[in-house]
Each structure stands twice: as structure tokens, then as C-alpha cells.
Nanobody, 123 residues
């Protein structure tokens, strides 16, 4: 089992930055890959970024060059640094974990989920 708790969401103006954090606890082997997903009202959940235990990363095209996923293994925290935010980034952001290693941005390939943290970008 893995427990995930997000924080760091809030309101920011377009062009600004936010850093999301996801505190992780539970079995280490169950979080070989971790990811950030987002969902806004009326839209399907979208994979934003993923990272695996070897620190390989993957990003959605919509956030490449603006978002950075990273993790602090000693603190068991997953991060998402979000820069150059725009209104299209407004969504509920959730972190997720899975025992498998391969990098994917498919929500159905992640077993454990946090509750989410809201990000609102105003223009």
C-alpha cells in the first residue's frame, strides 16, 4: 500500500509559478513509477508528467519546457515545478504511484492516488 498527500496548490496569475508536493508513504516497491495528473471540469483526466525509480522522466506535450517533475527519495516527496502558467493549466492536480517501472502517462496504469490539490491560474 502507498499513501499520497498533495500540497502546494493555490491561485496564481498567468505567467507565474507554483511548486506542488506529494508526500509519499508506504511500500517502496509500490512506487517504482510516480506521476502527476490533472483534471478540469468537463474534461478527462490528463497525464502531466511521470518519473521512475531510475529518474527517467516523461512529459505531456502541453507542459514540456514549462513543468519539471522530480523527487527527493530521502524525504519521500514527489514535486512538480510549474512555470509560465496559463489559464489552460487550471485544474485539480493529483499524484499517483505504481509498482511498475515503465514510464507512462495513462491514468489506468497507476494504482495508488492522492486526493488532489487545486491550481487556479487567472489571466
Amino acid at each position: 500500500q502507498v499513501q499520497l498527500v498533495e500540497s502546494g496548490g493555490g491561485s496564481v496569475q498567468a505567467g507565474g509559478s507554483l511548486r506542488l508536493s506529494c508526500a509519499v508513504s508506504g511500500n517502496t516497491y509500490s512506487r517504482n513509477r510516480m506521476g502527476w495528473f490533472r483534471q478540469s471540469p468537463g474534461k478527462e483526466r490528463e497525464g502531466v508528467a511521470a518519473i521512475n525509480s531510475d529518474d527517467y522522466t516523461a512529459y505531456a506535450d502541453s507542459v514540456k519546457g514549462r513543468f519539471i517533475i522530480s523527487k527527493d527519495n530521502a524525504k519521500s516527496i514527489l514535486y512538480l515545478q510549474m512555470n509560465s502558467l496559463n489559464s489552460e493549466d487550471t485544474a485539480m492536480y493529483s499524484c499517483a504511484a505504481d509498482p511498475r517501472w515503465s514510464l507512462v502517462l495513462d491514468e489506468f496504469e497507476f494504482q495508488y492516488w492522492g486526493q488532489g490539490t487545486q491550481v487556479t491560474v487567472s489571466s
